[in-house]
């Protein structure tokens, strides 16, 4: 009988460590099989963030640095510029990417480094115990904000997707979400379209995958679920928001000097 | 024969991260270094290498971290309020096991402070900047040929150890002009980088960089580990100048550049018939305790000084032998505050 459904190779054989009805391991499995489909897994780096996606190499069977929290984009800058035959890729909740790592994030993007940031937005910091974040719904309760995110005090949800569309070095940017059937297969043919920019060294891309909480969210699985093709989806409408690739080739350097024997100094530098 | 060169100091940090083969540098401006990034920017592009201006301080160091797991020699440059910045990115690499050299021109503080030559980073620098219990190499020049001799050196240092080392250094030796014979990178036997993040290929085992442990004991026997290496470098990589010091009568322990207007001082002092010399600390972690308890053996007397408040002396007084007397001589840095010779040997007569 023919096998229809199996593992992808690049996703270890292991259980998860994610709460029931969590969709961080949907969407890990998503990025594990577009790794496959396009046979980039050996020469993949993979940057984890610090959230509940901490434990990301052991879940990818591929090497993986782990950045402090927020800093992801800017260790994958080092790792891509350092190594660029690889294929690099951060995972960031929505705590780690919108809120402390908004700098590495906006200037990874607007340098169009050559790298893929599937970001994981679940309206809170699951990890710490579900407090306020920058995607925190309007009048949503968290351990943080008790009596519901105050606009007037705590501002509005970012939406991350449209933001960083606007940079000249992103190449692409989507929303997607794995609520439904379909959205799933929307959201795996938008993560392939990302990492194809990569592949193509095309510049920058950016997937926003909404994504459940049930534990910090203090609902079941399915509510989760219904509230992501809810009220979420709502604020955070799914589509792709660039498809371009703005990508130019860098300025050519000078051409290198390779005198191994006689070094050659700036003129500044005077013999004495 | 080899060339003599007429440079900054903060140059031959440069061309000596060259030299040793580091083509991947991140920075972000601030006085008084810039004339690192500056030089970098023009030169590492013409070798195929690659300099980025980064965002912030916190950018650079995290992009440091990136390229060295991959096993490349890379460098970051900034100045205190930078490499304030710097120290989650640099607990991360000492936790991670992470080489890469940092370079510290630093200058006054607290707060903004001002860009005068300052030695109010010896504590930040050799007790672990950032949380969590750990050290680093910090390698002090003292003059142009120093800057780019242990920026060499800290390369080496930093691959054999697997450790983050920094040089610190201030205004006076990164901006001041002086000869330097740019001496080729020397042979040295290096581990190779079994553990570098390179892509796992079919066969190979996958690499992780990191610095969380979280399995019954792992993280205790982690942090044996990392002070089991600070226990050889301790052993072995102290490294200190000693200058008129044989017959020494009070010998006076200065780092970096405030040594150098010491060692005028000590002239002076000899012209004077006094018998003074100098143990300068050249490696400030691992700090060269056996020189001290070695001199102290015999002199009695140790003058400290230095561009502070008193900081390095913490560890001479916990390195002289018992009987030793310890005295400080230190301004607080700042316009204006960098002692001149005189100043120094009114403090030699006071002690000696
Ligand atoms: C510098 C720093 N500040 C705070 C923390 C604590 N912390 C760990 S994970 C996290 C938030 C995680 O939330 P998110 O990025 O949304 O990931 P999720 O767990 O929701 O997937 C925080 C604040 C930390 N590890 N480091
Ligand atoms: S706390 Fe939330 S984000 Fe974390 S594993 Fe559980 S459900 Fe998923
Ligand atoms: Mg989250």
Redesign the pocket.
Known sequence: MPQVFKRPVSLKDVPTHFCPGCQ?GTIHRLVAEAMDEFGVRERTIGVA?????VFLYGYFDVDVVEA??GRAPAVATGVKRARPDSFVFTY?????LAA?GTAEIIHAANRGEDITVIF?N?T?????GGQM?PTTMVGQKTSTSPYGRDRAKDGSPIRMAELLAQLGGVAFSARVAVNTPKNLMDAKKQIMNAFRYQVEGKGFSFIEALST?PTAWGVTPIQANERIGGELIEYFPLGVYKDTAQWKPRIAPPAPVEQPGARAFPEFMNEI | MSQRLFVKGNEAVAMAAIEAGCRYYFGYPITPQSDIPEYLSRELPKLNGEFIQAESEVGAINMLLGASATGVRAMTSSSSPGISLKQ?GISYMAGSELPGVIVNISRSGPGLGGIDASQADYWQSVKGGGHGGYHIVVLAPASVQEMYDLTMLAFDLADIYRTPVMVLADSVVGQMKEALVPNPRPVTILPEKAWRVRGRREGTEQMIVKSLFLGDGELEAHNWKLHGKYDVMKENECRQELFMADDAQLVIAAFGSVARIAKTAILMARDAGMKVGLLRPITLFPFPTKAFQEVTLRCKKILDIELNNGQMVDDVRLSVARDAEVYFYGRPPGAGSLPVPEELFEQIKKHY
């Open positions: 961080h963030s610090v959230g509940c996606s402090p929290h960031q909740g929505d705590g780690d402390i994981v679940n809170t910091y699951g990890m710490t974040a909480c | 989650e």
